[in-house]
């Protein structure tokens, strides 16, 4: 056994290994040694929900049982959720002169949706940029997590979270609450109607998104996969994109070297290679 004195749970080194193996056949992440303590924080609520001691029987009851429920929150518990509202904001800009030349509906994917904050900034990008053609756009909002697509999907967010929106943005998109709702503010219904919430394992062998889209935004998530598994989702992606449609990644992620469908057209944004 390893790790805090004071930790009331049964917690072994080969109990970290198998909550490693299992959520990268699971969900492909890739979980460092150093994640040790955020897998047992996490997971030890899951444990005490079941009246369990040890986590080598709550890990045995997940491999017995392939089907149960509870591999959804066993998923969900170790999926890390870091997002704001139009974070690395020059995707944003490039975005709406991208789709400003577009002659027909736009769709775009968003690939890791997490608590909602990037699709709900695309929705806003989308509205500026396309005016009244911003009823035909459609936005697919997907995340491995389900406990975040639920947050998602109700759009009400802390007023310290829309720092990064503009004072008129707020006026525009979102209510501000009163009474028990003071200090929050939730997306209004006609931007949230833009947007289809869906939960999708990018690891898994067949994906619920049928292109074609304007531009796929996958960013701030490969880095919890290995190679192998980055360069087959790229791979995946092409298909998906419309000609001329664009790929934003995170600020961290380089992908130049593991497929030759893209090809490096700004800062962190690719286009298809011809």
């Known amino acids: ?28 992440l890739v979980l460092a040694s150093h994640k040790r303590e955020m897998a047992y924080s996490r997971l030890a609520k899951r444990l005490r ?27 969900n518990a170790l999926t890390t959720n870091l997002t704001s509202f139009f974070r690395e904001s020059h995707h944003f800009s490039l975005l709406a002169e991208h789709v400003k030349q577009a002659t027909s509906p736009v769709r775009i994917w968003c690939a890791a949706a997490s608590t909602g904050e990037e699709p709900y900034s695309l929705a806003i990008t989308l509205s500026e940029a396309l005016g009244s053609r911003a009823s035909q756009a459609q936005i697919l909002a997907t995340d491995i997590d389900t406990d975040a697509l639920d947050k ?56 619920a ?31 998906l994109l419309k000609s001329n449609g664009l790929l934003f990644t995170g600020h961290s992620e380089n992908f130049s070297y593991l497929t030759e469908r893209f090809k490096l057209r700004g800062q962190t944004v690719y286009e298809l290679s011809r």
């Open 209 to 239: 998104a049928k292109g074609p889209f304007d531009a796929i935004f996958c960013r701030n998530v490969m880095i919890y996969f290995d190679k192998e598994t980055q360069a087959r989702i790229l791979e995946r992606f092409a298909p």
């Open 49 to 75: 929900l079941h009246g369990m001691r040890r986590f080598s029987d709550y890990l045995a009851r997940l491999d017995q049982h392939p089907e149960s429920p509870e591999w959804e929150a066993f998923t």
């Open 152 to 207: 998602a999907r109700k759009g009400i967010y802390a007023l310290d979270q829309l720092e990064k929106v503009s004072e008129a943005c707020r006026r525009q998109f979102f209510l501000r609450g009163s009474g028990a709702r003071a200090g929050m503010a939730k997306i209004r219904p006609e931007l949230a109607s833009m947007i289809d919430f869906q939960p999708l394992n990018l690891t898994s062998g067949s994906w």
């Open 1 to 28: 056994m390893f790790g805090s004195a004071d930790r009331d749970l049964e917690f072994t080194e080969a109990d970290f290994d198998k909550i490693r193996t299992l959520i990268y056949k699971r969900a492909g």
